[in-house]
């Protein structure tokens, strides 16, 4: 069936946004309420759509589908073959997220680095295993933990022989989007903690600044509790082991106000 597929990147849950759709066969308007990923289903493939609402963003027609709903092992299967920008075409794979059978805290960074890439394994890399020492150290259990990426493949520049990180742009991630969004809808975690910029952008807006919020908690939709922190990645970049040593505390600092909460 041809449709429509819009993204309401954010919401107040006091405001409704209003879609209106419009064919030479079809006229409708819809209301969210909710930042999400939304099908209109039945829309010729050649109407125009108008948003009464700024920020809602058409991001595929046609017929073009992106999965909505589906368990973690479902998504990823479907991820795979997953072709809304052109970062797979140098990817290896795509590294879907990854977690507990039952998470409640869910941990979003960038994009999969080089061994991520390889293994085909969120957070696997020396990011992820700085990470992990760091939760232990906060008090935070591993097994409640949820770990995922706003961009499913990993986004490099040939360096000599290696393959370095290149900063994803804001189209690739509103591409990946609905991946995530389909991800917090399944997972439901009660915690959300974004990690570094990228992701603390992609889910509380691109006017958000964790250099300013760090370490708070932020009213959002997408969950009960949900916090903004640097990257693990930017405390390996530190310039000598002394401020490194002081990140880390920082970072547990932040992680200890998680270990805090009735999960």
């Given at each position: ?5 819009v ?24 209301h ?21 609402s ?14 909505l709903?589906?368990s ?9 073959n ?7 075409r140098?990817?290896?794979q ?46 935070v ?5 949820y ?17 370095i990180h290149?900063?994803?742009?804001a ?45 708070e ?47």
């Amino acid at each position: 069936m041809p449709q429509i597929l819009v993204r309401i990147p954010r919401c107040s849950l006091l405001s409704t946004v209003v879609w209106q759709v419009s064919s030479r066969t079809d006229t409708r308007s819809l209301h969210f309420v909710l930042a999400g990923t939304y099908i209109i289903h039945g829309i010729a493939g050649d109407c125009e759509a108008v948003a009464e609402s700024r920020g809602v963003q058409r991001i595929a027609a046609n017929g073009g589908s992106v999965p909505l709903s589906g368990s973690i092992p479902e998504l990823a299967e479907k991820a795979k073959n997953c072709r809304n920008c052109d970062l797979w075409r140098n990817a290896t794979q795509t590294v879907f997220g990854e977690g507990g059978s039952r998470p409640r805290i869910m941990f979003i960074g960038e994009q999969p680095g080089n061994e991520e890439d390889k293994e085909g394994k969120p957070f696997v890399g020396p990011a992820g295993r700085l990470l992990d020492r760091l939760l232990v150290e906060a008090g935070v259990d591993r097994k409640k933990v949820y770990v995922t990426n706003a961009v499913k493949h990993f986004k490099w520049e040939p360096r000599g022989k290696r393959r370095i990180h290149k900063k994803p742009s804001a189209r690739e991630i509103d591409a990946c989007r609905p991946w995530l969004d389909a991800e917090i809808a399944e997972i439901k975690p009660a915690v959300i903690v974004c990690l570094g910029a990228t992701a603390a952008q992609a889910i509380l807006g691109r006017t958000f600044r964790v250099t300013q919020h760090r370490g708070e908690f932020i009213e959002s939709p997408l969950a009960v509790h949900v916090m903004a922190t640097v990257h693990p990645s930017a405390i390996l970049r530190a310039p000598d082991e002394k401020t490194r040593h002081e990140q880390e505390r920082e970072f547990v600092r932040d992680m200890g106000q998680i270990a805090k909460l009735k999960l």
